[in-house]
């Protein structure tokens, strides 16, 4: 595990969490070929109370720009935006305090930032099904032409971390597909 980059960790100890996430509805209707703007909209609201679980604290540990490092750009006005397009309504979300360890932190901006970067599939996806673009519903999906993947996994490579340090970042990141299960509970609650 020592000899492993953290990316490659973080991938490897994340990855059935990753699929478990991508199989439940309403996630995985994305993909679906008779998605329609009521299915990707209950999408958009998964995603938004992932988001707003997360962003303060990420916005808190990445937020600074003049750093020269990694930087959190904040992204869920680009999802409330969708909503609005969509005809939806912003849900109400409390977000939640800011995560007060910097490695878990690092391992929830990997779920956030590994989701833009499957934007960069989808949007060309949904732009063709649902007949949208980024400026009538697709703000989200199109985020990943920010470059934060990049910008992050380049960050990744600089950080040196102790064991103990890294398992915190694995933790953080099996923690942040826990929240967007837990959503997915709630949205199948609500569905039904």
Known sequence: MENLSLLALLRQQTAAKHRQVEQQ???????????????????LFVLHDFVASAER???????????????????????????????GITPTYQP?????????????????????AGGKILAKRLARQLRRDRNSGLAYFNFHRRGTWSLFQRW????QLNASQRQRCISGAMDGFDTLLAQHSIYQQQSC
Do not use: K, N, W
Request: with cysteine; glycine share 6%.
């Open 57 to 87: 604290s990420l916005q808190h540990h990445f937020g600074d720009q003049s750093s020269g490092t990694y930087y959190y750009m904040p992204r869920l006005r680009e999802i409330i935006r969708d909503i609005h397009q969509l005809q």
């Open 96 to 116: 939640a305090t800011v995560e007060p360890c910097f490695y878990r932190a690092i391992g929830i901006a990997y779920v956030i930032e590994g989701s833009t």
């Open 25 to 43: 509805a309403p996630i995985s209707a994305l993909m679906s070929a008779d998605l329609d703007d009521d299915g990707y909209l209950d999408a």
């Open 156 to 159: 990744l490579e600089t950080v």
